[in-house]
């Protein structure tokens, strides 16, 4: 019998050598897949917290909303999305650094006009149900919800 030949038929110690081989792969994806679950939670996100004052003059179809207090919101970050009796009209990041003299930040105090007629072509009545969403587009949340009231502030 050759040397090969017996280093081949000698299987003492294998089951023991695989066995261990195995348990460790084992714990290596256990840990692997804890690890991926711990690393892969980013914390809570970071949405911008204000204080809105808002109103509709429906003579002039204008929605108003001005920022009364909290953050200074980031305007490329901003988007605010009307509903007015089930119809989605959006108004862009764009749309609201123009409104607010090309500035960066709406800060406090600073007013938002948007003119429903010339916007989106709607005129708004007294019995009509406005709601209005500013959402974070980062995060892709709605951070603040309102119901406006017609009338002057």
Sequence with gaps: MSEIEKFIKNSSAVSDVLGEILMTTVAVILLS?????IFSYGGPDDIPHTQVNEWVDIETDTIYLENSGGEFIDVESLEI???VNGVRYTYSSSNISENLGNKNNWELGDRIEINTSSE???QIEEEDEVD????????????????LSTGEN
Excluded: G, T
């Design 120 to 122: 989106w072509n709607l």
């Design 33 to 37: 897949s804890i690890a991926m679950s």
């Design 81 to 83: 999305v009307v509903n």
């Design 132 to 147: 209005m969403y500013l959402i974070d587009k980062r995060s892709k949340k709605v951070f603040q919800k309102l119901r």
